[in-house]
């Protein structure tokens, strides 16, 4: 009866780890998220500042992880650069990846 008591009581307490480990996954996940969202909101808020951005509606940006991805297009190298370097001062930022592309007028 004293090992069918530990096995249950050693079950249980794997079961509890194996639910905190989940739910903090979880937890940090949706942190992950709410983080990526705010980031990506900010980008474009800084980018909604700057009133030479004409393209502003042609730039689309995403958030994963930290890491910001630019897509769409804009008129020249410095707009592009400059792009760039607005994403990449904004807080939580990990990593840009600079997928615009220069299109004529």
Request: charged share 20%; hydrophobic share 45%; net charge neutral.
């Amino acid at each position: 009866m004293n090992k069918t008591l530990m096995s249950i009581v050693l079950l249980l307490s794997f079961a509890v780890l194996v639910g905190l480990s989940v739910a903090s996954y979880a937890a940090e996940s949706v942190g992950n998220v709410v983080d990526d969202t705010v980031i990506t909101t900010t980008v474009k808020a800084e980018l909604a500042k700057d009133v030479r951005l004409g393209t502003l509606t042609d730039i689309e940006v995403s958030t994963t992880q930290g890491v910001v991805t630019l897509a769409g297009k804009v008129y020249s190298s410095e707009e592009k650069a400059m792009v760039e370097l607005k994403a990449r001062g904004v807080k939580g930022v990990v990593k840009v990846n600079n997928e615009l592309h220069i299109v004529s007028r």
